[in-house]
């Protein structure tokens, strides 16, 4: 059974960091293709970043080069470093595993002017 656990979420202010973090369960971490994604109240979720099971990395337009994506397979746990957050970037954000599908629960960013 395939279990995704967010944490690292909270309140920064604009320009600050936040590193969010992805406890798996149930996958191959090192070989399964995994992303992260947001949704804003209003908005459709949408894709922040992913990568492949090669590691082949992929990110949003918006990002221009902000978030880190990487994996620690001994932890089991996939992580999306945030920097210079912005106002904008202010969302709910998701852990998502393509094979097999699987959604966590997710955590609350929010980002202060």
């Known amino acids: 059974q395939v279990q995704l656990v967010e944490s690292g979420g909270g309140l920064v202010q604009a320009g600050g960091s936040l590193r969010l973090s992805c406890a798996a369960s149930g996958i191959a971490l090192g070989t399964t293709p995994m992303g992260w994604y947001r949704q804003a109240p209003g908005k459709q979720r949408e894709l922040v970043g992913s990568v492949t099971g090669s590691g082949n990395q992929y990110y949003g337009e918006f990002v221009k080069g902000r978030f880190t994506i990487s994996r620690d397979v001994a932890k089991k746990t996939l992580y999306l470093q945030m920097n210079d957050l912005k106002p904008g970037d202010t969302a709910v954000y998701y852990c998502?595993?393509?094979?097999?599908?699987?959604w966590g629960q997710g955590t609350q960013v929010t980002v202060s002017s």
């Open positions: 998502n595993s393509l094979q097999p599908f699987a």
